[in-house]
């Protein structure tokens, strides 16, 4: 089976351009969630998403959103880039954004990492 | 607010001996998880193990283990038979309920990177 599938791996931006993100879940999994990862970092939560719907934001500027499709994949999106956003993006998936049983578990992909300059 | 602390940014080990990363965490939950995931430098995070806050017994996964102790709020991962292939960044991490929404979010610790030496 595929796991959490994300694109692009790498990309290079410039200071205000904006950026797309894609994620696909495993099969079967309604539940998607977006961190970003600086460098020397733990993850930080961005979005989560589970039936379409936006159930948690974390603490991220409005130049930030994202959305999930009727499929369950999901895109991020970052408008007006700054040197600050450069990161490991990483998407996780799961059935459902439970406490962390079983299916509820937390699968990552590999991330997109984004560098501004 | 739930925190999650890793205080150690670096530990070594030599192949085959035995290593532990600590990892404190803050909540005023009763009922909870806990994670230990690892990023090597593929970068995919990928889960070690899990503890149930209410299970007594220590969660083990053939060579990774759990030293849970729950008045003390700490959460240790310890390797034993370290072999090169552990060398990675490893979180503790704990899923912090969405007020409202009814689901979770993880919080994870700044990481401790493992080196194993041959």
């Known amino acids: 089976d595929a796991g959490v599938t994300q694109s692009p791996t790498h990309l290079i931006k410039t200071r205000g351009q904006h950026v797309t993100l894609r994620c696909s879940p495993i099969?079967?999994?309604?539940?998607v969630s977006w961190y970003q990862q600086v460098l020397g970092q733990g993850p930080q939560f961005i979005f989560q998403?589970?039936?379409?719907?936006?159930?948690g934001r974390g603490n991220f500027p409005d130049r930030f959103s994202a959305r999930q499709f009727p499929n369950y994949s999901s895109e991020l999106n970052v408008n007006a880039l700054l040197l600050g956003d450069s990161a490991l993006y990483l998407c996780?998936?799961?059935?459902?954004?439970?406490?962390?049983?079983?299916?509820?578990?937390?699968?990552f992909g590999a991330g997109s990492r984004l560098t501004v300059l | 607010a739930q925190t999650v602390t890793q205080s150690q940014p670096e530990m070594s080990v030599q192949e085959a001996e035995t290593v532990t990363l600590s990892c404190t965490y803050d909540?005023?939950?009763?009922?909870?998880?806990l994670f230990w995931y690892k990023q090597p430098p593929s970068r995919q995070m990928i889960l070690v193990i899990r503890?149930?806050?209410?299970?007594?017994q220590n969660a083990t996964e053939n060579r990774f283990s759990v030293n849970f102790q729950k008045a003390a709020k700490s959460f240790s991962l310890k390797i034993s038979d370290s072999q090169l292939g552990d060398a990675a960044m490893y979180f503790c991490?704990?899923?912090?309920?969405?007020?409202?929404?009814?689901?979770?979010?993880?919080?994870f610790g700044t990481g401790t990177r493992l080196k194993v030496l041959a």
């Open positions: 996780a998936s799961s059935f459902w954004p439970g406490r962390g049983s079983g299916a509820n578990v937390l699968t």
């Open positions: 099969s079967g999994h309604k539940s």
């Open positions: 998403y589970y039936e379409k719907e936006e159930r």
């Open positions: 909540t005023s939950e009763s009922d909870y998880y």
């Open positions: 503890q149930e806050a209410y299970k007594q």
């Open positions: 991490a704990y899923p912090s309920a969405l007020a409202a929404s009814g689901t979770y979010k993880y919080i």
